[in-house]
């Protein structure tokens, strides 16, 4: 009898599953499918072709597919191939607490043409469920003074280490990497900036303070280890970050992925001082055969001609850095930007950065496992703007950065225990 296992049934969305295919007739080749529906209900798939072994079994730990969406030995290849029905459609968890994503894991035989599978049922299927939030996670919506965001505290007594999880500049409030990075342990408030509830939805200003005020709001809370702080931030989020580096010293620990070293768009703010944003160049703005908008190169004409003025002070910053690039960002220069910056803290004599730089990911690395949304639109720009990235290299940079934020944010945020011996 066919069977399909995959071990475990329920778990966290960064954590792999184990998928065997057992009972088929030796050498047979088969089709594996993976289908999920966002909670919107728009409908993501992949495909693989796999081949039994002499006893008839498939081990996606260790059988290479041998075509569809990928090639080779890929275990968890069903998920992070995963590609949207509706064409520059982003796969995003809205609520993180109450249900998981439903992926259905599902066998055909290989002579199936493929236009036939969303009508033929399968010889074997089972469904799994992916998480957000560990059981005990806790979600608290946070309307503090002028904050408005979640926190989310992990399983147990704590008290945890403090992380405040900043994304692009789009606005609204994105919870999903905040409820993970609680699940693994880090008391974490996703931080909303900009239209959301009474946030502006186009502010003329970047206020620190605001994001000052966030900090202190998380090392106030009883559940929240101190002195210091982490920051995990995306894109204009990272550029906010970086500022929160250099300004507050609280801050400890910041992660920085795909961001500028320079202020964007609107001036930065904070206790009077003003950062202009470096001039950004239209006519550099790139529409690639597809019709897709590429940034990447808005702002360099101005970055060669600037002076260091532009560029922010990183090295008044007393905190350590991880940088994480996607090289084929096709946003922002990240990698660029990112080598700016660290010759800026090395001239001046600093050490406290790292680099993780990947070629062939793309701009919006998220957590291990997650599909590739190499373009979607950004309905206040009404363009569709290419992110960048190749599915296997993006994917392995998405596994690999995830492990390194964990480590590093345990590094520099929990307290060095000395053996008493």
């Known amino acids: 009898m066919i069977q399909l296992i995959a071990t475990p049934i329920s778990a966290l969305i960064d954590e792999p599953v184990h998928i065997r295919a057992t009972g088929l007739p030796p050498f047979q080749i088969v089709v594996l499918q993976a289908t999920l529906k966002d909670e919107m ?45 509706n064409i520059l459609t982003k796969l995003l968890k809205r609520d993180v607490m109450n249900s998981p994503f439903l992926v259905q894991i599902k066998l055909y035989d290989s ?3 493929l236009i036939h599978i969303s009508t033929t049922a399968p010889k074997v299927s089972l469904t799994l469920e992916r998480w957000y939030t560990a059981p005990g996670t806790k979600r608290i919506e946070v309307r503090e003074g002028h904050i408005r965001g979640t926190l989310f505290l992990p399983p147990g007594e704590g008290r945890f280490p403090g992380v405040i999880d900043l994304f692009a500049g789009v606005g609204g409030l994105i919870e999903s990497r905040a409820s993970l990075l609680a699940s693994h342990g880090f008391a974490t408030l996703a931080l909303a900036y900009c239209d959301y509830e009474d946030l502006p939805s186009q502010p003329e200003k970047t206020d620190l303070e605001y994001f000052e005020e966030a900090v202190n709001f998380l090392l106030r809370h009883p559940k929240v280890l101190g002195p ?3 920051i995990v931030s995306i894109s204009k989020g990272a ?57 990447q190169h808005n702002f360099e004409e101005a970055r060669n001609e600037a002076n260091e003025n532009f560029l922010l002070p990183i090295e008044k910053a007393q905190g350590h850095f991880l940088f994480i690039v996607g ?18 803290l090395r001239r001046n004599g600093k050490n406290n950065w790292t680099l993780l730089s ?6 919006l690395l998220e957590a291990p496992y997650s599909p590739l949304c190499c373009a979607s639109k950004i309905s206040s720009l009404h363009l569709f703007i290419h992110w960048g990235g190749e599915v296997i290299p993006h994917a392995i940079a998405q596994e690999h950065s995830w492990k390194e934020i964990k480590k590093f944010l345990r590094k520099h945020l929990l307290p060095v225990v000395t053996s008493q011996l």
Do not use: C
């Open 41 to 85: 209900g728009k409908l993501f798939r992949s495909h693989a072709y796999y081949k039994a072994n002499e006893v008839g079994e498939v081990d996606l730990e260790r059988a290479p597919s041998l075509g569809g969406d990928y090639v080779g030995v890929h275990p968890m290849g069903l998920f992070w191939s995963l590609k949207p029905e």
């Open 111 to 113: 002579n199936l043409p």
């Open 228 to 230: 210091g702080v982490g």
């Open 239 to 295: 550029e906010i970050g970086l500022s929160m580096a250099i300004h507050l010293k609280q801050v400890t620990a910041t992660v920085l992925i795909n961001g500028p070293n320079f202020v964007t768009r609107i001036p930065q703010v904070y206790r009077g001082q003003i950062s202009q944003p470096l001039p950004f160049s239209p006519q550099l703005l790139s529409i690639n055969a597809l019709g897709l908008a590429e940034f």
């Open 327 to 344: 090289e084929d960002d096709k946003n922002l220069n990240s990698k660029a930007y990112a080598k700016q910056a660290t010759e800026q």
């Open 358 to 363: 990947y070629p062939g990911a793309g701009h």
